[in-house]
């Protein structure tokens, strides 16, 4: 049968864009989670939209699964490829269509890259908001796919409040457009179910995105704090002033060092935490309120406060933040991302708890925050030669989600289920909730061809797990070990 | 209460009933007729969570909007999307469930932009949450976001979580003599300029348009803008919000056009209308008074790439919402089946077919 329709795949693509060799195949054996690895059967680099479609129709006809991939830049294992499936790639799709600056919208194809986008429409004063940290890589299709974030989510929003329109292809060959370049359309709201559904429902062609006015002036403040609970209040103190930060991220003294030693940000490297807040609009509304947030930062207790000086200083103090996470893997041979959200006053209690994890696991813990929206990436370090390093912390890992959960939060603020976080996909829905997600997908994927067994588990995975579904911040049976 | 209305959505699941959800009523004008045995949610109430700084707050879904505003602005937060009451008693389940915002949308965002997590109860009678308390969530699909204008189709609201925002410092309005065409070019060139622009209103040659942000930022806006102050411009944007303004009182039918917002004036069916028409959301929102044909409203919106939505009035028997293509249909009444198999919610308010 694999010879067939090998066959069939090489009749509608040109010869370069299908890869079989496994040498050829092994650049797409894993994505940014590297710890899962698994050769495809084939990789599918189509060129036009037509050949998506046409790929799409084979694989619907002879049963194959279909693994959709951007810059595989993901980190939760979403495009890990399947034994008996094909990688989509849609890395060739790399056109910006078009930017229309007067109605402040940018038409591309899945493939451009995040931070391509902006630099497109700088020239009409118009950027692209969503600004994950991998946005050098990363393509606008993944981050629909995973409804990306970045460090401005909580005043500009995640992908899903920034787009307007997608063009898709279902399995069986269909192409769909969803939404419009109108603020709403007839209908179920399709385009935000499609956003971050993992590659699970449709492919991706063509996505238009909104554009936003530059803010005429953006400014941050780097504070010290010698306690982290005094950082976390004076989050919650900013926000109660009805500030609302452009960024506004937390670090604590073992991710402020690692940044300072590779960076050299300029953070202090005695701190307990810091936070970077940014404010940024009118010239004149950036004034007043950095003179509030000043006060704010002094009463919470902070221990020392810089505000960057010019533009090259603000781009240092963020240097070091979004250098965290290579800054970190250099103190360690492997470090494990992890990616919960909490309502923010449960920061405290959260962090209590993974420092006493850490004890527990014997394995150090650096955490970053995005402060402003609760999103916690606590960054495990490990190292994979030593036997069975690896599984302890995955499991830590999976008790830093359930923790997130109990709290009233999730497993994945902008990372996504992908494989990584499947099983704890049981502990945060019961059976009936998981059942409706899978009728969701079959409502676009009767056949479950698209990234089947990602981002939902199946409920007989849940059941052997043993029905971890944690109830009203409860979990049952809390005395019993997980997994 | 809940194990009430599951007993009932049971019951009509057994006997092949249908179920009119119902808070206030206040917005049973829109979409399909409500049809079937009313399954009354308004005694479903109370603010179950509110901490002001989280920007989170969760209710039932049968509180008064008026009692969550109230609360918000002691807090000196609000809702961003400024939800149309269209009665004094409006819900927010109802706010949620038609999906409807105001003229702050498209420079804050829309309902489904706010909706973090929602408890429900689906055609089975099972009870269901999905999203949360969390600004960033990916676990699982976005349904909470999808119950955001099903009109109640896909089950009935129990709570529902929102993030909220501070309320803006300062606010004023301006005035300015433009033409349509004029005022749609203004409006687009200064949603692409950093300025506070928080609202924007054309009609009868006179744009209005609102400022929000920090006093001084705001008195800095106004220097650049020029035009005419507005005296009482809380009054003027409420009266839109609410459609009370004398625009809204024509006995004709209510046509909501959505269109992308650089489209030219539009080519109406008659001339004359081209007085009648109501723009906001800065030229990508267009009511229109008109007993035209429904076919020709609607082609007139869609040779704009947009849409056109039979809101208030006229003959609903050829549908109130925008046809959708077939194979798109097929996936939504897909999608309606799963939450609610046996075909029990609000029939035929969102769908012709179902």
């Not at chain 1, 982290?228 to 926000?239: E, H, L, M, P, Y």
């Not at chain 1, 940014?278 to 000043?294: P, T």
């Not at chain 1, 250098?323 to 923010?344: H, K």
Request: charged share 20%.
């Amino acid at each position: 049968m694999n010879a067939n329709f090998l066959d069939l795949l090489r009749n509608v693509l040109p010869k370069h864009a299908l890869l079989v060799e496994p040498e050829d195949l092994h650049p797409y054996e894993c994505d940014g989670l590297s710890v899962y690895r698994q050769l495809p059967l084939a990789v599918c680099l189509p060129e036009t939209e037509a050949q998506v479609q046409q790929v799409l129709i084979i694989c619907h006809r002879h049963g194959v699964p279909v693994v959709a991939r951007g810059a595989g830049t993901g980190l939760s294992g979403g495009a890990l490829p399947l034994v008996n499936g094909v990688i989509l790639s849609l890395a060739r799709f790399k056109q910006i269509i078009a930017i229309d600056a007067e109605a402040r919208t940018a038409r591309l194809q899945p493939g451009v890259r995040n931070l391509a986008i902006s630099e497109a429409a700088a020239r009409y004063g118009l950027y692209y908001a969503p600004d994950p940290s991998s946005q050098i890589a990363c393509t606008i299709g993944g981050n629909v796919a995973e409804n990306s974030g970045g460090v401005h989510c909580l005043k500009y929003g995640l992908t899903v409040h920034n787009l307007l329109r997608l063009r898709v292809i279902t399995i069986d060959g269909e192409i769909l457009e969803i939404g419009n370049e109108a603020l709403d359309s007839a209908g179920y709201d399709l385009l935000a179910l499609l956003t971050g559904s993992e590659g699970m429902l449709a492919i991706i062609t063509e996505v238009t995105v909104k554009l936003l006015a530059k803010p005429e002036r953006a400014q941050v403040i780097l504070a010290a704090f010698d306690d982290v609970q005094k950082a976390g209040q004076a989050v919650g103190d900013i926000i109660s002033a009805g500030i609302i930060p452009a960024g506004l991220e937390m670090m604590d003294t073992l991710a402020i060092q690692a940044a300072e030693d590779f960076v050299h940000a300029g953070y202090p490297r005695d701190a307990a935490a810091i936070l970077l807040c940014e404010l940024d609009g009118l010239n004149e509304e950036v004034s007043e309120q950095m003179l509030q947030l000043h006060d704010i930062l002094k009463r919470s207790g902070a221990t020392s406060l810089r505000t960057a000086v010019d533009e090259a200083e603000r781009l240092k103090f963020w240097a070091g933040r979004k250098a965290a996470f290579p800054a970190v893997g250099r103190l360690s041979p492997d470090y494990y991302c992890m990616d919960g959200t909490i309502p923010r006053r449960q920061l405290p209690q959260v962090l209590q708890r993974i420092s006493e994890l850490s004890v527990e696991y014997g394995l150090r813990v650096a955490n970053v925050f995005h402060a402003g929206d609760g999103n916690l990436h606590p960054l495990i370090l490990y190292d994979a030669n030593i036997p069975g390093e690896l599984k302890r912390t995955e499991e830590f890992g999976g008790k830093i989600l359930e923790l997130c959960v109990a709290v009233g939060g999730t497993i994945t603020g902008e990372h996504g289920v992908g494989i990584e976080k499947i099983d704890q996909m049981c502990g945060q829905f019961s059976a009936p909730e998981l059942a409706l997600f899978h009728g969701i997908k079959q409502a676009w994927d009767e056949a479950r061809l698209l990234n089947p067994g990602k981002a939902v588990p199946a409920l007989h995975r849940c059941a052997e797990l043993g029905a971890m579904h944690v109830h009203g911040g409860q979990l049952k049976h809390p005395d019993l070990p997980r997994f | 209460m809940i194990s009430e209305l599951i007993e009932k959505i049971q019951h009509a699941a057994a006997h092949g009933q249908t179920l009119a959800i119902r808070g206030s009523g206040s917005k049973a004008f829109y979409g399909g007729e409500p049809q079937g045995a009313t399954l009354d949610v308004a005694a479903h109430r109370g603010i179950v969570d509110y901490a002001p700084s989280e920007l989170v707050l969760t209710a039932r879904a049968g509180t008064p909007l008026s009692e969550i505003e109230k609360l918000l602005r002691e807090h000196n937060q609000m809702l961003a999307f400024e939800p149309p009451y269209f009665g004094s008693h409006a819900t927010l389940g109802g706010c949620i469930a038609s999906g409807l915002s105001g003229p702050r949308r498209p420079y804050s965002g829309a309902v489904r932009d706010f909706v973090l997590g929602v408890g429900m109860l689906d055609g089975r009678g099972q009870q269901l949450k999905f999203g949360g308390q969390v600004m960033k969530n990916v676990a699982g699909y976005d349904v909470s976001r999808l119950m955001s204008g099903s009109l109640g189709t896909l089950g009935v609201l129990l709570d529902v979580s929102l993030k909220v925002l501070p309320l803006p410092a300062a606010a004023l309005s301006l005035r300015f003599a433009y033409d349509i065409q004029t005022a749609i070019r203004r409006m687009n060139a200064w949603s692409g300029q950093a300025l506070p622009l928080s609202a924007t209103c054309w009609q009868d040659g006179q744009l209005t348009i609102r400022l929000e942000g920090t006093q001084r930022a705001i008195q800095a806006a106004r220097e650049k803008f020029g035009g005419e102050l507005v005296a009482d411009g809380m009054t003027f944007w409420r009266d839109i919000r609410e459609q009370r303004a004398a625009f809204f009182l024509s006995p004709l039918p209510l046509w909501r056009l959505s269109v992308p917002s650089t489209a030219d004036a539009l080519m109406l069916p008659a001339s004359k209308l081209a007085s009648s028409q109501l723009i906001e959301w800065g030229g990508a929102l267009r009511w229109l008074h008109s007993d035209a044909a429904p076919g020709k409203i609607r082609n007139a919106a869609a040779a704009a790439d947009g849409q056109a939505t039979l809101f208030r009035g006229g003959d609903k028997r050829s549908g109130v919402f925008h046809p959708l293509p077939p194979a798109l249909l097929a996936i939504q009444q897909r999608i309606k089946h799963n939450f609610d198999p046996h075909e029990i919610f609000n029939p035929r308010r969102l769908f012709q077919k179902f």
